[in-house]
Antibody, heavy 121, light 110 residues
Framework: EVQLAESGGGLVQPGGSLRLSCVVSGFSFDTFYMSWVRQAPGKGLECVANIKQDGSDKSYVDSVRGRFTISRDNSKNSLYLQMNSLRDEDTAVYYC??????????????WGQGTLVTVSS | QSVLTQPPSVSEAPGQRVTISCSGRTSNIGNNAVNWYQQFPGKAPKLLMYYDDLRSAGVSDRFSGSKSAASASLAISGLQSEDEADYYCAAWDDDLWSWVFGGGTKLTVL
């Protein structure tokens, strides 16, 4: 059974940092692109970052580029999102999702349960 | 402002058919496959349709997808109360070099 489990969310002050983790099981982690998708309260979905199977290629949405860093450790079946210089508008549920590579197809076919990040003073 | 445009809400009576539209441009829907996701309150999204018109495993054949030029649609026939959810379209965007989503459509079964 495919499972993705995020952790690391919480309350942080503006300008602060958080590191999200996602541990996966049930599939060959190192053969899939992986992504972080967020959803602000009452809003839609936004893919904020994705990473290639071997970690050699990463891309970010403009609003987080330079502040967020996506990484992975294939030996630990784990995906990470380091979030620095957090802003109020980064408040959202963050999901890790399988897929998200360029012009693929059956992407985001599995999702974690999400972890809530709240940026507030 | 989402890159893909969806109606904020649609509603229809049980047993009827409803269509949710998703409008984009050449760089996304025009050139690439469209996926649809279903999300219930407080839950993670679930892949419903991929490659424009293929149903994900276990998805009822009451759901169907289509695409023409830079627009796509999700149709749900024989509406049931359990179909009440938010629906999102998504596609890869060649210019933004990222997956983009629609703003979501809330389906109400009257």
């Amino acid at each position: 059974e495919v499972q993705l489990a995020e952790s690391g969310g919480g309350l942080v002050q503006p300008g602060g940092s958080l590191r999200l983790s996602c541990v996966v099981s049930g599939f060959s982690f190192d053969t899939f692109y992986m992504s972080w998708v967020r959803q602000a309260p009452g809003k839609g979905l936004e893919c904020v970052a994705n990473i290639k199977q071997d970690g050699s290629d990463k891309s970010y949405v403009d609003s987080v580029r330079g502040r967020f860093t996506i990484s992975r450790d294939n030996s630990k079946n784990s995906l990470y999102l380091q979030m620095n210089s957090l802003r109020d508008e980064d408040t959202a549920v963050y999901y890790c999702a399988r897929g998200g590579g360029p012009a693929a197809g059956k992407d985001f076919d599995y999702w974690g349960q999400g972890t809530l990040v709240t940026v507030s003073s | 402002q989402s890159v893909l445009t969806q109606p904020p809400s649609v509603s229809e009576a049980p047993g009827q058919r409803v269509t949710i539209s998703c409008s984009g441009r050449t760089s996304n829907i025009g050139n690439n496959a469209v996926n649809w996701y279903q999300q219930f309150p407080g839950k993670a999204p679930k892949l419903l349709m991929y490659y424009d018109d293929l149903r994900s495993a276990g998805v009822s054949d009451r759901f169907s997808g289509s695409k023409s030029a830079a627009s796509a649609s999700l149709a749900i026939s024989g509406l049931q109360s359990e179909d009440e959810a938010d629906y999102y379209c998504a596609a890869w965007d060649d210019d933004l070099w990222s997956w983009v989503f629609g703003g979501g459509t809330k389906l109400t079964v009257l």
